[in-house]
């Protein structure tokens, strides 16, 4: 190897180094942004009513803007 290569990657490593290496983002930090639905199982039955919709998350809150609301509104919430 050149020594203008070993030259180039050392100092590429010193770079990196130096700046505490590449950003680890945490699952939260990646799931940040708008999102579409693309499944949707409802008790076990796949329902494809709410596939597109989008969803947020920013910060610590999530905004689901569904495609259409269910009758009985505890229906679109439930967990469990």
Same mark, same amino acid.
């Given at each position: %190897?050149?020594?203008?290569? !070993?030259?180039?990657? /050392?100092?590429?490593?010193?770079?990196?180094?130096?700046? &505490?290496?590449?950003?680890? /983002?945490? @699952? #939260?930090?990646?799931?940040?942004?708008?999102?579409?639905?693309?499944? +949707?199982?409802? @008790? &076990? $039955? !796949? @329902?494809?009513?709410? +596939?597109?919709?989008? %969803?947020?998350? #920013?910060?610590?809150?999530?905004?689901? $803007?569904?495609?259409? +609301?269910?009758?009985?509104? $505890? $229906?679109? /919430?439930?967990?469990?």
């Amino acid at each position: %190897m050149s020594r203008a290569r !070993i030259l180039a990657l /050392l100092v590429v490593a010193v770079v990196l180094s130096a700046n &505490g290496g590449p950003i680890a /983002l945490s @699952d #939260a930090e990646r799931l940040q942004g708008t999102w579409t639905i693309v499944s +949707v199982h409802r @008790d &076990g $039955e !796949i @329902d494809p009513a709410q +596939v597109g919709a989008p %969803m947020t998350f #920013a910060g610590n809150a999530v905004l689901v $803007e569904p495609l259409s +609301v269910p009758s009985k509104p $505890e $229906e679109f /919430l439930s967990v469990g």
